[in-house]
């Protein structure tokens, strides 16, 4: 007789531990609430019972046991949608906005990693069949790996050179270099971003990149976690010193600015280049035709 | 950011009146150290950004 219950231990253990290792925080700074973690979880060890069983169900032989498969995608779209639920009732109190893309990008990870962790406790069954422990452990290292890559993803540092720049004010218009930033009316602003604030270029590698951080929700992201990881002297009452990114329209470069609790050149370039490229964002132009000859003759 | 949000004008200060028209309060200053003095207290209130226009108007814009 198979020993379905150590296939199925095997394939849960290994999906659970798949879940906590991707659950990990990261430069995104979330899930850091406790019980949101505890949700994530529970839902993880939901996602990796389910796919345990699908194997043990098809050697019984009960076939029709695997469409609750169907059944549990279903469930994980939903904790997509709760993720952006949650996500965008929080947005409205946040100094700096993650953005739309962004948040879409968290729910939409949330959903997949349910996914890998079926995946991965499917495998691991399948192999505890095959091979016992030695196989299903084997298995679990494997897609275990497969996993963490697939978390880890681009970041802005790996497609742009990022670098340390000039903030200073022309009139009441604050550059970031020769990059138009905002205008700022109050002199007393004025003297407190010039003493306080810090900004950075960001030059795109290539067309690919520089669609990329053409994207909107993108700099917003990019905002957001530098704010998140340094600080900011921002309140509700002082608009002027949100941090923000905007480009120069003939080169396609970012000046980013913000006025950081902590001036710390150093952390600002390592937390803009640990930012994660959205999903949303990715964009390739050079896989075309038309846009590896727009970008022959530019590049 | 609020790129995808309209954004309006909530209030104008003014040190001359012939230049300015409605559409929003419009303040009056006497000089330009008040009108800046107005734009600082009129953007707390508001929570809103004060911009300075070439001519030395200032306008306060919600976010």
């Known amino acids: ?299 | 950011m609020t790129e995808a949000r309209v954004k309006k004008i909530l209030a104008v200060i003014t040190g001359d009146m012939r230049i300015v028209a409605g559409g929003a309060p419009v303040f009056l200053g006497r000089d330009q150290q008040e009108c800046e003095r107005m734009a600082r207290s009129l953007s707390r209130i508001l929570d809103a950004m004060a911009h300075r226009l070439e001519n030395g108007t200032y306008i306060i814009v919600s976010q």
Do not use: W
Request: charged fraction near 25%; include cysteine; glycine fraction near 8%.
């Open chain 1, 1 to 299: 007789m198979d020993d379905y219950l150590g296939m199925i231990a095997a394939g849960t253990t290994a999906g659970a531990l798949a879940r906590i290792l991707l659950l990990r925080i990261d430069y995104r700074q979330y899930p850091g609430y406790p019980h949101g973690m505890v949700a994530h979880i529970s839902l993880g060890f939901i996602a990796s019972a389910l796919g345990a069983v699908a194997i043990p169900a098809i050697l019984k032989p009960d076939f029709t046991a695997v469409t609750f498969l169907a059944l549990a995608a279903q469930q994980f779209r939903e904790i997509r949608g709760m993720e952006r639920k949650t996500l965008e009732n929080l947005e409205n109190n946040e100094l700096v906005k993650r953005g739309s893309d962004y948040i879409e990008g968290i729910a939409r990870a949330f959903e997949a990693r349910n996914y890998l962790v079926m995946a991965t406790s499917m495998s691991v069954s399948a192999a505890y069949h095959l091979g016992r422990l030695p196989g299903a452990i084997l298995t679990a290292l494997l897609f275990i790996a497969l996993s963490l890559t697939f978390k880890t993803g681009e970041t802005v540092g790996d497609i742009c050179e990022v670098q340390p720049a000039r903030l200073h004010f022309e009139g009441s218009q604050l550059k970031v270099d020769e990059i138009v930033i905002m205008n700022v009316g109050l002199g007393d602003m004025r003297e407190k971003i010039r003493e306080e604030g810090l900004a950075v270029r960001i030059k795109p590698k290539g067309a690919n990149a520089r669609a990329v951080i053409n994207d909107i929700g993108q700099r917003m992201a990019i905002a957001h976690t530098a704010a998140t990881i340094l600080g900011l002297k921002k309140d509700a009452d002082t608009p002027e010193l949100t941090p923000l990114a905007r480009k120069n329209p003939d080169t396609g470069e970012l000046g980013l600015y913000i006025v950081p609790f902590i001036k710390d050149m150093e952390a600002l370039l390592l937390a803009v280049k640990k930012t994660p490229v959205l999903e949303s964002a990715r964009n390739k132009p050079l896989s075309t035709g038309a846009g590896r000859m727009a970008a022959k003759k530019y590049d």
